[in-house]
């Protein structure tokens, strides 16, 4: 067995581990609301049994999910692993966010129905963001379209901050389209959900500014990772290589996603 193939394994496997570890503490917390492990939202702070049926659920499912990967991971590789995971997590957290709302809308139907969430709240308009993200997605599949037959078979993915390539993988359909594809749809699901209040409600009372920066967030993730797919297309497929471009996209992530975490986490406080 190749290095390589060794690294790839050891890789897979550490991932598998942190979903199971994900699933088994989101799990063992399932009975009790908190600020740090769990699916925190805005109906689960609101019903403790959206909690409990939440949390129970995307436990089971995280660890369901650790276990499918490790099982898989001798059989393959770095991009495949991370497309499966990313799948695994848009389908539990699209349905965990659904196991919470019925559950709170059917304690609406009974008595002793919660009434710490404010009624009428305004949805927020993601509706630029959303457009965003899918003309950045649009523009990147073109560019891949009209450059695909002129890079070669084994192409370069992984670049120093000199733009020298230090990492290579096969063309294909998988590593080009699939993972900027999957991780789009989770960043455009997220977006899309985010206009719901209740589902950018970090803390039991709910705050406009703080979903407005993390619906910021998901489309400058968005812009940095399409970025940087599109690079891997133009050092391929024209020979376009700096270290400029490479230094801006690292660090620009880098500084965004900070500036932008500092951001939510300060209107996350005045909430």
């Known amino acids: 067995m190749e290095g390589i193939e060794i690294i790839n394994i050891m890789f897979n ?3 598998a581990l942190l979903m199971l570890t994900a699933g088994l503490l989101t799990y063992l917390f399932r009975d009790k609301p908190n600020y740090a492990i769990g699916v925190r939202i ?5 019903s403790k049994e959206a ?6 659920f995307a436990g089971k499912a995280f660890m369901a999910l650790g276990a499918l990967m490790l099982i898989l991971s001798p059989f393959v590789d770095m991009m495949q692993n991370t497309i499966i995971m990313l799948a695994g997590i848009i389908v539990i957290f699209y349905k965990g966010y659904k196991i919470a709302k019925e559950t709170y809308e059917l304690e609406e139907f009974k008595i002793e129905a919660p009434e710490i969430i404010p009624q009428n709240i305004p949805e927020l308009n993601v509706r630029p ?10 523009i990147y599949f073109l560019f891949l379209a009209l450059s695909y ?16 390539p230090n990492g290579f993988m096969e063309k294909s359909i998988t590593s080009l389209v699939a993972f900027p594809l999957v991780i789009s ?9 985010s206009k719901k209040p209740l589902f950018v409600q970090f803390t039991p009372k709910f705050n406009p500014k703080a979903g ?4 910021e967030l998901m489309f400058f993730t968005e812009l ?30 880098i500084i965004i996603i900070l500036v932008e975490m500092f951001r939510l986490l300060l209107a996350i406080g005045e909430s």
């Open 13 to 15: 496997i550490f991932i």
């Open 42 to 46: 805005g109906y689960t702070f609101a």
């Open 51 to 56: 909690w409990r049926k939440t949390n129970t």
């Open 129 to 138: 963001y959303l457009f965003g993200e899918f003309a950045i997605l649009s």
């Open 149 to 164: 037959d002129k890079m070669p078979q084994n192409i370069a993915s992984h670049f120093d901050f000199y733009g020298n």
């Open 185 to 193: 749809a989770l960043i455009i699901g997220i977006t899309y959900l």
């Open 212 to 215: 407005k920066i993390f619906v």
């Open 224 to 253: 940095l990772i399409i970025s940087a797919w599109a690079y891997i297309i133009a050092y391929n497929a024209y020979n376009i290589h700096s270290g400029a471009i490479i230094s801006g996209i690292s660090f620009g992530a």
